[in-house]
Structures are given as C-alpha cells and as structure tokens.
C-alpha cells in the first residue's frame, strides 16, 4: 500500500491546510508547497540562494536533515529567522516527515 505524507501548514493568515503527499514522489518541500499554491517565490529555483522559500517548523524538526552550511548562511541573512527556520527547498521529502508541522510566510 502506498503510504502518506501528511504536513500541516499554517499560512500567514492562520489559515490551517493537511496536505496529503504520496510518498515516493522525489520533491523538496518547496516544490510541494509551490504546487499547493502557497506563495513562494523560489527564485533561485531550490538553490539555497533567495530564502523566499523560508518556513518555521512548528512540529516534527526532529525528522529533518540537519542544516547544511549553504542553508544556515542564507538564514542567517534573515531578520525574522529563529530557531526553528529552514529553507523548504532544502528539505527532501521522505516519509520520515509525516506529522512535519510548519508555517509558511507571505512574500510581501
Ligand atoms: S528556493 Fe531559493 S532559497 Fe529556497
């Protein structure tokens, strides 16, 4: 049987959506939520280069790759970033990420 990824996404206006991923899919988080419609620019296309793709995770961050040095640089470039900031495009999707619980930022 093919299993579910299941993420929670709170967009910037408190606004909650599940999101359902069939596992297998080979995407970065940002891709997903592109596809999703949220509004991510991406303009570096996932290279770690524009940080428009910036999230907190709220729930589940110890499921997650460990930062890379190219992604903790561009976070540190963010005022708003904290603790729990990651760049989606630097996460892979995989289903040690179901129950992954984040918040999405406006581009504004
Ligand atoms: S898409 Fe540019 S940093 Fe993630």
């Known amino acids: 049987m093919e299993e579910i990824i299941h ?13 359902e991923i069939p596992e297998g899919i080979s995407l970065s988080l940002m891709e997903v939520l592109r596809a999703s419609e949220y509004d991510i620019l991406a303009t570096c296309g996932g290279m770690a280069l524009c940080a428009t793709c910036h ?27 904290g603790d729990q900031s990651r760049l989606a495009c630097q996460i892979r999707l995989n289903p040690a990420l179901d129950g992954l619980k984040i918040r999405v930022f406006g581009n504004n």
């Open 7 to 19: 993420i929670t996404v709170e967009d910037p206006q408190g606004g909650i959506r599940q999101l």
């Open 55 to 81: 999230i907190e995770v709220l729930e589940g961050s110890e499921n997650l790759d460990p930062l890379s040095d190219a992604e903790l640089d561009m976070l540190d470039t963010l005022p708003d970033a």
